[in-house]
């Protein structure tokens, strides 16, 4: 029998163990973390809504007037008005004929992919894909073909070789580790061309990218008829919970009827769809912080430059600082957190062996004057261990 604390061993030993941080404070640039005062740098709240007392005062209202928890599925009797009425902005706000709530993004993708394929069907995948579409994949049983991270020519090979069932390409709409996007007006003109949906995974874009915040796919000037599944999630730029899939009447239809994991689990409590009707009319509003977040990022990345840190090709909200050994990028955020900044190291397997990183985040709640004390910080990082 496999000794659970020997691989746990092994794991500190590589510098791959995880632990968790008691958080006291709520979401925003400053945190009380294990009842330490740090400046964070690393949640997905680009926007800055998880605080927000608009947003605050909706959940409160909502928790008044439909209680704690929903108590029930969806498809029993834990559908509220909250729910459809969410349901029915969510698809206003992306274009789309109808959108559909589940209670977590990894559910969401794992429920498309599994509701639309199976065994015979082929999916296919980048390779940096988040690891709810890859396990989506798997989970399906349909044939899982993954080609180089945004390898356009690679991914046409693969198409032209699909022979028989169903074909699906899904992709992030940007990289959850990387901050690139996806060539969505590429792919989805391959797509086209060989008869395959395409699914995007916005969690990232939404909020952030787009006309009003409507994300990767609207940045690229696409819509639904070129990309048929949306799934985004409500927990990053929304500063909520949860996640949802829009597209069309028939595909949000299919998913009530079978996907497993919108069936057989307990719907959002409403009080938290309040809250994010009305984070969803501040995000459609939220140009200014937007425009913030356009500024911080652009100071960082000359900033990081300047110090001759490794970024990567990224012009999003999310900067990774390629430190290669997990070693390393474990050295880099400890010597921050010393310094009183909350940095994250990302190591394997969540990103190839060897790519390693700092993966810092940006809020429009950040102000230039804490991204610089951030870049101070890293240029106080040991020079032997930035070489």
């Not at 689990?265 to 938290?272: K, S």
């Not at 995000?283 to 990345?301: M, Y």
């Not at 955020?333 to 062996?353: D, Q, W």
Request: aromatic residues 6%; negative net charge; contains cysteine.
């Amino acid at each position: 029998m496999k000794s659970l604390q020997q691989e746990l061993d092994r794991r500190r030993a590589e510098h791959l163990y995880r632990r968790r941080r008691v958080l006291g404070s709520p979401q925003g640039p400053l945190l009380q973390v294990d009842g330490v005062a740090l400046l964070s740098f690393c949640s997905n709240d680009y926007l800055g809504l998880a605080n927000h007392p608009d947003v605050i005062r909706a959940m409160q209202q909502g928790a008044q007037h439909y209680g704690a928890g929903s108590g029930s599925a969806h498809l029993v009797s834990g559908h509220s008005a909250a729910h459809h009425a969410l349901e029915e902005e969510l698809a206003s706000f992306t274009g789309r004929s109808r959108a559909l709530l589940y209670s977590t993004g990894y559910m969401a993708n794992q429920g498309v992919i599994t509701a639309l394929l199976s065994r015979g069907d082929t999916i296919f995948q980048d390779r940096l894909n988040h690891a709810s579409l890859i396990d989506g994949g798997l989970l399906s049983r349909a044939h899982l073909k993954r080609y180089p991270h945004n390898d356009m020519p690679a991914l046409a090979r693969l198409l032209e070789a699909h022979a028989g069932g169903e074909a699906l390409v899904a992709v992030d709409g940007v990289f959850s580790m990387d901050g690139d996007l996806a060539p969505l007006s590429d792919m989805a003109a391959l797509c086209s061309d060989h008869d395959a949906w395409l699914m995007v995974d916005d969690a990232h874009g939404l909020g952030v990218l787009g006309q009003g915040g409507r994300g990767s796919v609207d940045h690229f000037g696409l819509g639904q008829a070129e990309v048929p599944i949306l799934m985004g999630t409500l927990g990053k730029a929304f500063g909520t919970f949860g996640a949802f899939v829009a597209g069309s009447e028939a595909l949000i239809e299919t998913l009530i009827q079978q996907s497993r994991s919108y069936i057989y689990t307990t719907a959002l409590p409403p009080a938290v769809a309040e809250a994010t009707r009305v984070s969803l009319r501040l995000v459609e509003k939220a140009s200014d912080r937007r425009e913030q977040l356009q500024q911080l990022i652009g100071r960082f990345r000359a900033g990081a430059e300047q110090l001759g840190l490794l970024l990567m090709d990224s012009e999003t909200a999310i900067q990774p600082i390629l430190a290669g050994s997990a070693e390393r990028a474990v050295n880099w955020s400890r010597s921050l957190e010393e310094k009183g900044f909350l940095v994250t190291a990302i190591r394997p397997p969540t990103v190839p062996e060897g790519s390693a990183r700092l993966r810092v985040t940006l809020s429009a709640s950040h102000t230039l004057e804490q991204v610089d004390r951030l870049l101070e910080a890293l240029g106080q990082l040991d020079q032997g261990d930035r070489a």
